[in-house]
């Protein structure tokens, strides 16, 4: 097949409300994910609900799928979000792509940010955040805690806007330097502005008095941008995108 052709990505089977962001030549490509839509389905019946509906291989990490011609189509997923949170993931049309694309995620080459509106708001502007996380599987669930001589995390946090409304709220930048599961909702937690909607490490009260005013329970937690350069075919490339805000994130700033 060919990679960045339009034809290819003509014939992707998104999922509900799933938006392409942009491709560049190569077959690399973003999207924005929204909030309630799985990353890949573990299972036939979560297709529907996913980045993409169609089948997933969990080994081979790629949806495949037939387009109008016959024609049988692969997408390679390069990273994944928590269902409950929104925004840029990423995809490659081919395996060769996808590998050198996995190699500056392993050496933490990739550049995220991300968009979070907490309670309350932070005391200085900006912060380099550190701390030691503990994540563990429980009952096929991911949990993380902040734990001495644990995995070493790193994120910086930096505001965007203090809201004006009632409850207090803060939109606030988190860039991750770490990649540890659940690290940004953790880390807002422990310094008592934890993420509104986070119904794991969150203010359970304040989130349910906040559904209740806003008629939503959604995490807000948005994957804003991706960027990073890359190597192929002996080329150097660079690649960004962006996630918009949601609309429900100023609602309330």
Known sequence: MSGGAPSFWDTLPLGRDVKLITTDPNGLAAFDKPAGALSHPNQTSDQAHALLDARYALEGEFFEW????????????????????????????????????????????????????VFGAPAKSVELWRDMLAVEKRGGKIRTAVLPGMMPSESRMSVVKVGRKEPKLTLINLEPKTGRSHQLRVQCAKRHFPIVGDQTYGDFGRNRAFAKQAG??????????????????????????????????????
């Open 216 to 253: 939503t329970k959604r995490l807000f937690l948005h994957s804003f941008e991706t960027s990073f350069g890359y190597e192929w075919r002996q080329k150097e490339y660079k690649f960004s995108a962006r996630a918009a805000l949601p609309a429900e994130f100023e609602t309330w700033l």
């Open 66 to 117: 037939k387009d109008a011609a016959g024609v049988l189509r692969r997408l390679w997923l390069l990273n994944r979000l928590d269902s409950a949170t929104s925004g840029v993931i990423l995809a490659a049309s081919s395996a060769e792509l996808a590998d050198a694309i996995r190699t500056q995620f392993r050496r933490k080459q990739v550049r995220k940010i991300y968009h979070a509106l």
